[in-house]
């Protein structure tokens, strides 16, 4: 299944850059520093947090401070490409039992 909507492959690689750049910045250590998962509200250790596009790239999410969100690993491979309507309707699954 191919999610680019509207994103093409240069435009990608050019906001993945600026996420790069961004892991870079007192601003986004800060928002580590707290050491708790956007998504899941678990505790984490700064150092393991990574950084998570609410709306993502491949969907036509931009590098902007107010997209992007400190997650634990595991939340961030299980969201994929999820947009965040649909990440709630799957952790909800996760919740009763049925995903």
């Given at each position: ?52 596009h609410v709306v993502p790239l ?9 997209n992007v969100v400190p997650c ?13 309507m649909e990440w709630d309707t ?10």
């Amino acid at each position: 299944m191919q999610w680019y909507v509207g994103s093409d492959e240069k435009e990608i690689k050019k906001e993945r850059q600026k996420a790069r750049e961004m892991r870079q910045s007192q601003w986004w250590k800060r928002r580590c520093d707290k050491g708790v998962c956007y998504w899941c509200e678990a505790a984490v250790p700064p150092t393991e947090l990574t950084m998570d596009h609410v709306v993502p790239l491949a969907r036509g999410g931009k590098s902007t401070k107010g997209n992007v969100v400190p997650c634990c690993k595991r939340c961030n491979t299980e969201k994929k490409q999820r947009l965040p309507m649909e990440w709630d309707t799957y952790l909800e699954g996760v919740k009763k039992g049925g995903v």
